[in-house]
């Protein structure tokens, strides 16, 4: 599939304000992978349709997953917006062929980050953060800091996650904390 198809399917599954997220993130990876030294095409291709099942309802996501026998884990069932990035790698896979799993697993860990996180996963994970769309409280600070040292963005992007959530109670997935904890860890050494 070309990147035109990608985006004319993107329009007809989402509405227009997250296909229109996803063609910003995608423009944000590309700059930033270009920056760091990452593919920029592979860079384009995970921007592009790392929220593809971000409006499917979790029941049709479950479905799918337990369709091709892919475990969902207890974070996972009771965060179900945690749920699209596992099927966004799964349908990249599946729908739209894509073969590369640098691209699969950067859509995989777009939400949550992991640790040892690829130059690429690094790159989407930012470019979702700081895509032209994104208002947030101090999303310009971060945005600057992301043109400076991506590490350091990331870090600052786990540690926003992780206060977000504990702030409102909400369980924090594993892989974030373990993603974490490597940056914290490191920082401390
Ligand atoms: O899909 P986007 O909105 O572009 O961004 P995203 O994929 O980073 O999803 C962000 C949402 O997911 C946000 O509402 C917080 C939620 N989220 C991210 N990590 C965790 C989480 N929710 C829970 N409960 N636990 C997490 O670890
Ligand atoms: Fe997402
Ligand atoms: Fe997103």
């Known amino acids: 599939m070309t990147i035109e198809q990608y985006k004319a399917e993107i329009q007809q599954q989402l509405s227009p304000a997250r296909a229109q997220h996803s063609f910003n993130v995608a423009e944000e990876a590309v700059r930033l992978a270009k920056q760091y030294g990452a593919d920029p095409q592979r860079a384009e291709v995970a921007g592009l349709l790392h929220d593809y ?18 475990i969902v884990q207890e974070t996972e069932r009771c965060a179900p917006k945690l749920l699209h990035a596992m099927t966004g790698a799964l349908m990249a896979r599946e729908h739209f062929g894509v073969t590369d799993s640098a691209v699969l697993d950067a859509i995989r860990y777009h939400t949550t980050g992991r640790a040892g996180m690829t130059l690429l996963e690094k790159v989407i994970y930012i470019a979702d953060f700081v895509s032209a769309d994104r208002t947030f409280p101090g999303v310009e600070e971060l945005r600057a800091c992301a043109h400076r040292s991506l590490d350091e963005a990331v870090f600052r992007g786990l540690t926003f996650t992780i206060s977000d959530l504990a702030s409102g109670s909400h369980p924090i997935h594993e892989d974030t904390l373990r993603a974490y904890n490597e940056y914290a860890c490191a920082a401390a050494k």
């Open 53 to 70: 099942m971000k409006e499917t309802p979790a029941k049709q996501q479950l479905q799918l997953l337990a369709q091709f026998g892919i």
